[in-house]
């Protein structure tokens, strides 16, 4: 099972679970987008479309913040080849981002679908996320079909929330992986 990486917008830092987990876990890799600072959706869906197509395993996307939204917009987009979401087993989604703000940098991915999503997803969120309300992921949870997991007074589940490595995010992967073999 290959894990593909989706960070959100500017990127993950070095001190970002999901840098961590990329330099420290087998089978790892990001998808490297075009450009950071300005995304817009299409094009990131569409990297994100050549990534998959290269992977010769089934995946596991493992997305943060607006890399969230990206891998929700994509699942649930009828562009989706068929082949491309059977090759895509799950979802691992943390921190989403309320990209329906007014004030949120990426308007080309709002609205976010609140569809049921196809396959299995587990969504991970902060009680006290700047960019997201607490009530606005559980509900995305819940529309999704998505496990859900609250992770307390974490911020934005990024580096400076001091997770490290994040053991128990690397439990809640595992769980997933599990339930899709």
Known sequence: MKL???PGLYNSGPQHWQSLWETSMPNVARVQQDNWDQPELD????KLSEEIEQCKEDVILVAHSLGCAL??????????SVLHVKQVKG???AAPPDVGQNTFPAPSFSPMPDVRLPIASTLIASDNDPWCDFPLAKHWAQCWGSEFHSLGAKGHIN???????WEQGQTWLAQLV????
């Open 159 to 165: 580096g400076e929330s001091g997770l490290g490595h």
């Open 4 to 6: 593909l990486i989706l």
């Open 71 to 80: 891998a929700v917009h994509w699942i649930s987009s009828p562009h989706s």
């Open 178 to 181: 599990r339930s899709v073999k």
């Open 43 to 46: 094009l990131w869906m569409a």
């Open 91 to 93: 979802l691992f989604l």
